[in-house]
């Protein structure tokens, strides 16, 4: 009998179960195959509960049992979990168990979370989103044992999970099955034997590429039961199928007006596959792609298409490109992984237009994460344990960084992040993963994110006769994981100022063309990207490999003299790869060739000769990125530090006269700038302190 020949609103479980029991053995294929009595029987080989039931197939069996489903979910979920238990002692007599659960995957229509509303209350809905946030597993009553205080064998027992739910059974003066009235104060609780079952709590967000300029991003809390619990973790992008139901919020008084608030509780979820890219790209986009491939001047084409309303900056943004479209990661023969992704830091005057180049690189990237250093919430740019006011449960919250997995996040004010995301943004920069371990939550979230911040410098402006680490409150061991670093000044200069201003002037009366004359179209610029990203994988030729290697060992050469800086370490080798690679998947080639890789080298030379030039050499000293400190200058700070535990040493209480360090160094050969420099460096620092005026001591 089909759900249509009976009155829907006389349905009971009993005779959904009925019609399931048909589906489930009946329904074929399209190869003619039993589909769900061959899903019942690999239940039993995975140890599995749990029958996943397509939407399409049930729509296409019975129309109105799909309506059913989409109007009264819990009554035709209950019935059709009976039919799977049925068919299963037939199908798998050996691998029976007392409760089995029907999912349902595949809904036709996602409604957005801002578009939820009352009509979807008591609805089977689908929603689409981000997991913020995940508590640790609890455990929920699935059924309830009361015992008599007085009268041990009377007892209630009560399926709290069944439909209709049976817990008001025990209000005082309800009547049971035998007539006796009851009162709730008479029994307690018999935990022991109780049965229980694995509860979850996430929060699912709209996901940010697909935020309403100037919105909040909308939330809802899911609940997970049975083996739906942690079947995904944050910066997840999943599909909830699930019934919207009602909580009162806390606080509501009884007899008065209360205030709902809406909740899932989840039926099914779906995680969205590898391909984090989850742009259409239709065959016209694919031939138009494939098309521009083909000009000679494709990679000048997609920089000139970055953020085309800034003037300049042709480098920089080529550096740019090379991070939209990354590097290949790679596994290596004994695991470890190796970072494809491209990490740029702009150190930078005010007003250089270092945010908008954040900005519009976020709303090109097909996954891009635009935050501040500070963040939005407790999770700043990594993660972070969080307490729920209202509840006091423990929640595991991402950070932009897992929101981002898989794309780019666009992290403005970089230098003013949270010192706690200070320790494990190491992390996740090198390993692409963040681990968290705080009031029982163990975790390990996936990062893989490139990361393009923008950083003020520490004295409101660049100074040019600084090293980067001391124009940056930074730690070094950050500063040294970024691939490219591009310093952007504001230095007067006539010619520049002139093109700039006119720039500017015709951007705002409107009668700017030749920028946006020859240029992609932002969303072809993204689906270039997005193709290029999922399909191409290049490798490098013999020709990229020599060309890459020459560089290498020549730039190491230079530091063969033991009283010579190191040029380059291995990190950067590892970054000209990268860079090879990204400027090669902007061409389209699965080949890195010669121009790519001396492409790829002139980008490295640049940063390296505005980031990481000795001012007192006029050589190319990497340890200043690295370390913080040219090679010249640490082997004065070495002296210094010698000369100052010397006159300690002389000392009753250790203390050292400042004027007396000067005196001794300028004896050495130091001069008297750079020991008072370096004296509140080591302040800074924590390595000395004044004990009173005019000394010095080390901690």
Same mark, same amino acid.
């Given at each position: 009998m089909g759900i249509g020949e009976i009155k829907s609103i006389d349905i009971d479980v009993e005779e959904y179960t009925q019609v399931f029991v048909n589906f489930l053995k009946t329904f074929r294929d399209k190869n003619g195959e039993f589909k769900y009595r061959k899903r019942?029987?690999?239940?039993?080989?995975?140890?599995?509960?749990?029958?996943?039931?397509?939407?399409?197939?049930?729509?296409?069996?019975?129309?109105?049992?799909? /309506?059913?489903?989409i109007e009264r979910p819990r009554r035709v979920i209950e019935g059709a979990s009976n039919a799977v238990k049925i068919v299963a002692e037939t199908?798998?007599?050996?691998?029976?168990?007392?409760?089995? /659960?029907?999912?349902?995957?595949?809904?036709?229509?996602?409604?957005?979370?801002?578009?939820?509303?009352?009509?979807?209350?008591? !609805?089977?809905?689908?929603?689409?989103?981000?997991? /913020?946030r995940i508590t640790p597993i609890k455990y929920l009553i699935r059924k309830a044992v009361y015992v008599n205080k007085y009268n041990p064998a009377d007892r209630i027992i009560i399926d709290t999970l069944g439909y209709p739910r049976t817990l008001t059974a025990i209000n005082g003066g309800e009547e049971l099955e035998k007539g006796l009235k009851i009162r709730k104060s008479d029994y307690e609780l018999l935990l022991e034997e109780c049965e229980f079952v694995e509860w979850q709590k996430i929060v699912l967000q709209e996901k940010p590429e697909e935020l309403p300029p100037g919105q909040m991003p909308r939330s809802i809390e899911v609940v997970f039961l049975e083996d739906l619990v942690d079947s995904v973790r944050p910066g997840d992008r999943v599909v909830v199928t699930g019934i919207l139901s009602l909580e009162s919020e806390r606080g509501a008084k009884r007899g008065k007006k209360s205030i709902y608030k809406t909740y899932i509780e989840a039926n099914y979820v779906e995680t969205k596959g590898k391909d984090v890219f989850e742009v259409e790209i239709t065959p016209e986009d694919e031939e138009t792609i494939k098309k521009l491939a083909s000009r000679p001047d494709?990679?000048?084409?997609?920089?000139?298409?970055?953020?085309?309303?800034?003037?300049?900056?042709?480098?920089?943004? !080529?550096?740019?490109?090379?991070?939209? #479209?990354?590097?290949?990661?790679?596994?290596?023969?004994?695991?470890?992984?190796?970072?494809?992704?491209?990490?740029?830091?702009?150190?930078?005057?005010?007003?250089t237009a270092k945010s908008q180049l954040l900005r519009f690189v976020s709303s090109i990237a097909p996954r891009g994460v635009f935050t501040t250093g500070k963040g939005s919430t407790a999770a700043g740019l990594t993660a972070a344990v969080v307490r729920e006011k209202t509840t006091g449960d423990f929640y595991l919250e991402a950070g932009a960084l897992v929101l981002a997995d898989g794309g780019i996040a666009c992290i403005d004010e970089f230098d003013k992040m949270d010192p706690r995301d200070r320790v494990s943004i190491h992390e996740a920069m090198?390993?692409?993963?963040?681990?968290?371990?705080?009031?029982?939550?163990?975790?390990?979230?996936?990062?893989?994110a490139a990361i393009l911040a923008a950083a003020n410098p520490a004295y409101g402006r660049y100074i040019p006769d600084r090293t980067v680490s001391e124009n940056i409150d930074l730690p070094i061991t950050i500063i040294s994981r970024f691939d490219l670093i591009f310093v952007i000044t504001d230095v007067p200069n006539e010619e520049k100022d002139e093109a700039l201003a006119r720039h500017v002037v015709r951007l705002h009366s409107g009668r700017l063309e030749k920028p946006y004359v020859?240029?992609?179209?932002?969303?072809?610029?993204?689906?270039?990207?997005?193709?290029?990203?999922?399909?191409i994988h290049p490798k490098l030729t013999k020709e990229a490999e020599d060309k890459i290697v020459e560089f290498y060992v020549k730039m190491r050469k230079r530091s063969e003299d033991p009283n010579s800086p190191i040029a380059i370490t291995p990190r950067q080798l590892e970054a000209l790869i990268r860079l090879a690679e990204?400027?090669?998947?902007?061409?389209?080639?699965?080949?890195? /060739?010669?121009?790519?890789?001396?492409?790829?080298?002139?980008?490295?030379?640049? #940063?390296?000769?505005?980031?990481?030039?000795?001012?007192d050499t006029k050589s190319i000293d990497i340890d200043i990125v690295m370390t913080g400190k040219p090679m010249s200058q640490r082997d004065k700070f070495i002296k210094l530090i010698e000369l100052i535990n010397e006159l300690a040493k002389e000392s009753k209480d250790k203390s050292v006269k400042v004027k007396d360090v000067i005196e001794r160094a300028e004896k050495e050969g130091l001069e008297r700038a750079f020991v008072k420099k370096a004296i509140e460096h080591l302040k800074k620092e924590g390595e000395l302190y004044e004990p009173r005026p005019g000394y010095i001591k080390k901690i």
């Open positions: 019942i029987r690999r239940m039993a080989i995975e140890k599995s509960t749990s029958l996943i039931i397509d939407f399409e197939d049930l729509l296409e069996y019975d129309m109105n049992l799909a /309506t059913e489903l199908e798998i007599p050996d691998f029976i168990r007392e409760r089995y /659960t029907a999912r349902f995957a595949g809904l036709q229509e996602l409604v957005p979370l801002r578009k939820i509303r009352s009509r979807h209350i008591n !609805k089977l809905i689908a929603v689409e989103g981000i997991v /913020t494709i990679k000048d084409l997609i920089i000139r298409s970055i953020a085309p309303s800034i003037h300049g900056y042709e480098t920089i943004k !080529k550096g740019i490109a090379c991070l939209l #479209f990354g590097g290949e990661p790679k596994i290596l023969p004994d695991g470890l992984r190796v970072r494809g992704d491209i990490h740029i830091l702009l150190v930078g005057d005010p007003g090198e390993q692409q993963t963040i681990s968290i371990a705080k009031a029982g939550i163990v975790a390990t979230l996936n990062a893989r020859d240029i992609l179209p932002p969303e072809l610029l993204k689906k270039y990207i997005v193709y290029a990203r999922r399909y990204a400027i090669a998947k902007m061409r389209l080639s699965e080949w890195v /060739t010669e121009e790519d890789a001396q492409e790829a080298i002139d980008l490295m030379l640049y #940063f390296l000769q505005s980031v990481g030039l000795d001012l």
